[in-house]
């Protein structure tokens, strides 16, 4: 079992930026990818970003690219979102999600384990 907590959620002015962390705990000495994904009311959960397990791969949705960065610092079993130029189309409850696996993916049925997540909410 994996046990994730985000933190690093608040309100913020469009054009602000918000740093997201994903700290796990258990099994943590499995090799596994992890991913960001968010939901904002009333629409599906939608992939955000990925990184690999050695973090030599990431993958982002075309809405955040150049705006998000994924990173991770295995040494410490924590993943982070640098979010950046927010909009108020970002607006979500973003949640980690742990893959027992090395490779990245962007689907949210690949991924086994996912914290209970945290809001984001940027006004205009």
């Known amino acids: 079992q994996v046990q994730l907590v985000e933190s690093g959620g608040g309100l913020v002015q469009a054009g602000g930026s918000l740093r997201l962390s994903c700290a796990a705990s258990?099994?943590?000495?499995?090799?596994?990818?992890m991913g960001w994904f968010r939901q904002a009311p009333g629409k599906d959960r939608e992939f955000v970003a990925t990184i690999s397990k050695n973090g030599g791969i990431t993958l982002y949705a075309d809405s955040v690219k150049g705006r998000f960065t994924i990173s991770r610092d295995n040494s410490k079993n924590t993943v982070f979102l640098q979010m950046n130029s927010l909009k108020p189309e970002d607006t979500a409850v973003y949640y980690c999600?742990?893959?027992?696996?090395?490779?990245?993916?962007?689907?949210?049925?690949?991924?086994?384990?996912w914290g209970q997540g945290t809001q984001v909410t940027v006004s205009s």
């Open positions: 999600a742990a893959r027992i696996a090395v490779t990245a993916r962007t689907t949210p049925s690949t991924y086994d384990y």
């Open positions: 258990g099994r943590t000495n499995s090799n596994y990818a």
